[in-house]
Structure formats: structure tokens, C-alpha cells
T-cell receptor, first 114, second 115 residues
Framework: AQSVTQPDIHITVSEGASLELRCNYSYGATPYLFWYVQSPGQGLQLLLKYFSGDTLVQGIKGFEAEFKRSQSSFNLRKPSVHWSDAAEYFCAVDGVPGNTPLVFGKGTRLSVIA | DGGITQSPKYLFRKEGQNVTLSCEQNLNHDAMYWYRQDPGQGLRLIYYSQIVNDFQKGDIAEGYSVSREKKESFPLTVTSAQKNPTAFYLC??????????????FGSGTRLTVV
């Protein structure tokens, strides 16, 4: 079965610093990959997605992610973090076999300090 | 504006009672999903539906039931058989199953507390 691992449960960064959130997946072929963000007490919002083409994907709110097939990774990055980026971030991958729901990681909680 | 509406936002239930969480979408999406979220556990899939009058169990379906009588609506009933129902419940929809190309649209959630 497909799986997604987000190794970092909680990350704290200073405002203005760069950010990288890690995501690793298990899959044989080229997967469909997603990053979502969740503010406290809210639903999830799609940040960006990848399913083919350029391995560097741009998303909303200044985020980007890079698909690296050799490392089975899809890490999320942002050059300069704002206090409003404090939230929980989820990586997701399409399910296997086909026609099954997306599989989500357990999430990484981001705290931003002044 | 199109979107998904979950109601109520907060719900309190006494032990032994069934309770139904509402999820309505006006996005004309075929597929709908229910997830349960607990701290540190991520999103766990309860049920999903690809089309009207059809639904499938997810990873943690025990103690829950759903119906899909209309395309727009996918209510979740938390029954008294659910041992630990206190959680945050999220409903989502996608154009189709599995929602590969466009991802999911999520509601804002219902927090259920058993008292």
C-alpha cells in the first residue's frame, strides 16, 4: 500500500528564515503529490500539486516544492517565512491501486517565532 | 461561491447517543470523503463515496455510517458503537475519485465532543 512519511512532527523557525518541510513517499511509478496547509480549527487548503513535467512546482502563498524521484521525496520550501505561515502542513499522495483516495502524511506543525 | 459546508462547527453528544454530522457541497463534485483528525494522527479516512448511492469503507469505518442519497450531500452518523468519538471531523470532495489531478476541497470541520 501507498504511504507518506513526514519525518518532522514539529518545526520552529524564525520569521524571515527559510523553511523546508520534508515528505517521503513509497510508490513504484510517478505519483501525484500534494501539499496542504491547515490553520487551527480549520479545514485543509491546497498549497500545490505535482503530477508531471517540471519537478519544481510553485504554489500559493510563496511556497514551492521539488519532486525528486531518486529520493522519493517531495519537500516543501519557502525562502522567507512569515508569522502567518504558522500552521500544520500535510503531504499527500495518490492511492494505490488506482481509484482509491489520497493518502495523507501525519503532518508537520510549523511554529514561527519573532 | 462554491464550496463545502460542514455543520455544526461544534457538537456535543452524550455517551450512548447517535449524532449526525452534515456535509454539503455545491461544487458539482462526484466524490466525497470523511476524515477523522486526532492530534498527532494526521487524517484517517472513515468513508468515501464515488457516486450517488454508493460508498466504501475507509480505514476506520467501525462505529460510523454514511449515506449518499444526493450528489451534494454526504452526512456522517457517529453511532454509539464508536468507542472514542471525540475528534475533529473533516469532509472533503473532489471532481472524481481519486481526485488525482485537482486534489480535494475541504470543509472547515466539525469538532465533536462526547460529554
Amino acid at each position: 500500500a501507498q504511504s507518506v512519511t513526514q519525518p518532522d512532527i514539529h518545526i520552529t523557525v524564525s520569521e524571515g528564515a527559510s523553511l523546508e518541510l520534508r515528505c517521503n513517499y513509497s510508490y513504484g511509478a510517478t505519483p501525484y503529490l500534494f501539499w496542504y496547509v491547515q490553520s487551527p480549527g480549520q479545514g485543509l487548503q491546497l498549497l500545490l500539486k505535482y503530477f508531471s513535467g517540471d519537478t519544481l512546482v510553485q504554489g500559493i502563498k510563496g511556497f514551492e516544492a521539488e519532486f525528486k524521484r531518486s529520493q522519493s521525496s517531495f519537500n516543501l520550501r519557502k525562502p522567507s517565512v512569515h508569522w502567518s505561515d504558522a500552521a500544520e502542513y500535510f503531504c499527500a499522495v495518490d492511492g494505490v491501486p488506482g481509484n482509491t483516495p489520497l493518502v495523507f502524511g501525519k503532518g508537520t506543525r510549523l511554529s514561527v517565532i519573532a | 461561491d462554491g464550496g463545502i459546508t460542514q455543520s455544526p462547527k461544534y457538537l456535543f453528544r452524550k455517551e450512548g447517543q447517535n449524532v449526525t454530522l452534515s456535509c454539503e457541497q455545491n461544487l458539482n463534485h462526484d466524490a466525497m470523503y470523511w476524515y477523522r483528525q486526532d492530534p498527532g494522527q494526521g487524517l484517517r479516512l472513515i468513508y468515501y463515496s464515488q457516486i450517488v448511492n454508493d460508498f466504501q469503507k475507509g480505514d476506520i469505518a467501525e462505529g460510523y455510517s454514511v449515506s449518499r442519497e444526493k450528489k451534494e450531500s454526504f452526512p456522517l452518523t457517529v453511532t454509539s458503537a464508536q468507542k472514542n468519538p471525540t475528534a475533529f471531523y473533516l469532509c472533503a470532495s473532489s471532481i472524481d475519485l481519486p481526485g488525482d489531478h485537482y486534489g480535494y476541497t475541504f470543509g472547515s470541520g466539525t469538532r465533536l465532543t462526547v460529554v
